[in-house]
């Protein structure tokens, strides 16, 4: 039975007193007689059964009854119970016809007693909320108030129809003392049918005030209040922090007590600052539950009475564990997209380790899910996303929490390099190709010639993960071919067309394009240098033509210049008449210069028997004869540059040149002399 909050209005919270002094009296009184000395023993007066009637009094039946309804009547609904509990009345002493009609009676009785002591907590548990503000389970207790109330008043009318029809069956058996105390007893229950209507009826009266409080309260602005936890789980024994805040339309509210319930038992208490936050560190009890329930409820005091309700937060549900979970993996060393890797591991706990589920992630991509077998252990087929990046990716192994079995997850976490392998590629390209090719000098060097269809060239191609054929694009200059490779050493064939203008250096290139995700594609250029025999044999006729010609240009040059008889002397006019006018005077350099050279020229004429005539130039005269003169050709060939500057240079000439002309002259005429005395000598012309 519960209790009141005002004892003004509630009767039952002030008489309940009796039922405690009365347990008191009791307990003293056996007590008393269990110490007090042994009655003598004193004969029981009997009467004989053999002749004794049936004499019924079902009026005590009811006696007993009205007394426990009085007590209902007055509050003290335990007592009522109890004695009610205590009414045998399918074995009491009455006629079988009224046994079914006493039982029932007393049925209804004690459902009156349970419902008006449900009516009771129930408007005094409202009355408690409304004290705090809290209108919304106020407004719950009192609507099932209403509703106990309704149900007492309908019981309470099936027991006064109960009453007047038992009571009218009740006085038909018993002699005049069995009547007299069944009229006795109607009067005694028509007194507590008396007090338990004033009793609903007060009941109903504390119903209509409190629900006028509950509408002033309620129009009361309602407060904001929240509450959150650092984390959705946490270890046992471990703390957390449960930090919120607390304001109206009007702005924070400062400096009020907030209660932060734990498991719905109030257990911290905090006071916000000045911005209406407040932080409180939950220490997670040593009990064995999977979750933890923390809630900030705030009740209004003193002035806040006036202005806020009652305010409770969302409930914030936490994972509570008790065993760690460590997760041993083989972590491969690199990865590669699109290609699958088989991932083994072991995870251990002293909770839940079989049936686990596991996930392997690749930045944030799941590769690979398994489950772990009964002793933990697990095998996993991952396979790389055939987009992945190539570089550095956070290889991810977890393990989320086995919540029933109140076990941790386990996360084991690195670094991984993903990467496409490059397939190796070698060229077997000649550095040099004749074209067109020579068929014992290929077979000597292992290589094949041009055809019509190109140049075949050996090339291999490894790889040190699953290979397929690649696709193979050779070019050479313009020219591109798209061929199908395959693993290992093969002929690919190289577009270079067989022309006569394919000559010189070339660049070859090969892409190779594999089909799987894993590799990427890898080119090679190489250069090489084309030898066209036809234009090397169209060059050598070419090179031996202009021999030919040079050396028959020579031989014109030659006969081009007139012998004359020895003694005979060339005419000079011409060279003297090619120096300019104001030149000819006799202390003239220039004019020195010339003279020197017709001098050592005469002797050279001399010598050689050329002539040296009007149209012939200094460089072909020398030229014509310097096969002859031996080392004085040198000499002379000095003086004859020296010669050309001053008849057609516009070098000034001073007597520096005159005198190495006449040191040069005098040198021909001693050179062209000895070499006169050897052939006379020799008996050469």
């Not at 009355?127 to 019981?155: C, H, K, M, W, Y």
């Not at 083994?344 to 002293?350: A, K, N």
Request: some cysteine; proline content about 5%.
């Amino acid at each position: 039975m519960n209790t009141g909050t005002e004892a003004g209005c509630r009767p039952a919270r002030r008489r309940r007193g009796g039922r405690v002094l009365s347990a008191i009296v009791c307990v003293g009184v056996l007590l008393c007689s269990g110490c007090s000395a042994a009655a003598p023993a004193t004969l029981v007066p009997h009467e004989n059964p053999a002749t004794a009637g049936a004499r019924y009094s079902p009026g005590a039946l009811f006696l007993y009854v009205g007394r426990a309804l009085q007590e209902l009547a007055l509050g003290e609904y335990g007592t009522a119970q109890e004695m009610l509990s205590q009414v045998g009345a399918d074995e009491a002493h009455v006629p079988e016809a009224l046994r079914r009609i006493c039982v029932r009676y007393v049925e209804l009785c004690d459902e009156l007693a349970r419902t008006l002591d449900d009516l009771d907590a129930a408007l005094s548990a409202a009355e408690r909320l409304l004290e705090t503000n809290e209108t919304a389970p106020a407004r719950a207790q009192l609507e099932e108030s209403r509703q106990l109330i309704d149900v007492a008043g309908e019981q309470l009318n099936s027991l006064e129809s109960a009453t007047d029809e038992a009571l009218a069956l009740a006085g038909r058996y018993g002699t005049g003392a069995a009547r007299a105390a069944v009229t006795e007893a109607k009067a005694r229950l028509d007194e507590a049918m008396q007090r338990l209507r004033e009793l609903t009826a007060e009941y109903l009266k504390r119903l209509d005030v409190d629900s006028e409080q509950l509408e002033r309260r309620g129009a009361l602005e309602m407060p904001a209040l929240t509450c959150t936890a650092g984390a959705d789980a946490v270890w046992v024994g471990e703390d957390v922090i449960a930090r919120g805040a607390l304001s109206t339309r009007r702005g924070p509210l400062g400096g009020r007590t907030v209660q932060l319930l734990v498991d719905g038992v109030p257990t911290y208490e905090a006071v916000t600052d000045s911005g209406g936050a407040f932080l409180v560190r939950v220490t997670t009890p040593f009990s064995y539950a999977p979750r933890l329930t923390l809630q900030a409820r705030f009740a209004p005091q003193n002035a806040d009475l006036d202005l806020v309700q009652s305010a409770a937060s969302v409930p914030v549900v936490l994972t509570v564990r008790y065993y760690e979970s460590v997760i041993d993996v083989d972590i491969p060393g690199e990865l590669h997209p699109g290609l699958s890797a088989t991932l083994t591991g072991q995870v251990h706990s002293m909770g839940a380790v079989a049936g686990r589920p596991v996930e392997v992630l690749l930045d944030d991509d799941v590769v690979g899910q398994t489950t772990t077998f009964d002793d933990g252990a697990f095998f996993c087929r991952m396979e790389t996303p055939a987009a992945a990046v190539e570089g550095e990716a956070q290889f991810v192994v977890q393990m989320p929490a086995v919540d029933e079995a109140q076990t941790g997850p386990a996360n084991r976490s690195t670094t991984l390099r993903v990467g496409r392998v490059a397939p190796s590629v070698s060229l077997g390209f000649p550095s040099v190709v004749l074209v067109p090719g020579i068929r014992l000098l290929d077979l000597y060097l292992g290589q094949r010639g041009l055809s019509e269809d190109g140049l075949p060239v050996r090339t291999t191609i490894e790889s040190s993960l699953p290979f397929s054929e690649p696709v193979l694009v050779a070019r050479i200059g313009d020219e591109t071919v798209r061929l199908t490779g395959e693993r290992g050493q093969s002929w690919v064939t190289f577009p270079l067309r067989y022309s006569i203008w394919t000559v010189g250096v070339q660049s070859a290139r090969l892409d190779v394009v594999p089909d799987e995700p894993w590799h990427r594609p890898v080119r090679r250029e190489v250069h090489f240098l084309v030898v066209n025999l036809l234009l090397v044999g169209l060059a050598l006729v070419v090179l031996v033509g202009v021999v030919l010609m040079m050396a028959f240009v020579r031989r014109r040059q030659i006969e081009g210049v007139v012998r004359v008889p020895a003694g005979v002397t060339a005419p000079v006019g011409a060279l003297v008449s090619a120096l300019p006018v104001e030149e000819t005077a006799a202390a003239s350099h220039r004019q020195a210069v010339v003279r020197l050279y017709l001098a050592a020229a005469r002797r050279v004429e001399a010598l050689t028997g050329l002539a040296f005539g009007r149209t012939v130039t200094l460089r072909e005269f020398l030229a014509a004869c310097s096969v002859f003169i031996g080392r004085a050709g040198s000499v002379f060939a000095r003086l004859t540059t020296l010669a050309e500057e001053a008849l057609y240079s516009k070098h000034d000439i001073g007597a520096t040149d005159v005198a190495r002309s006449r040191e040069l002259a005098g040198a021909v005429g001693d050179e062209a002399a000895r070499e006169g005395s050897t052939r006379a000598e020799g008996g050469k012309p």
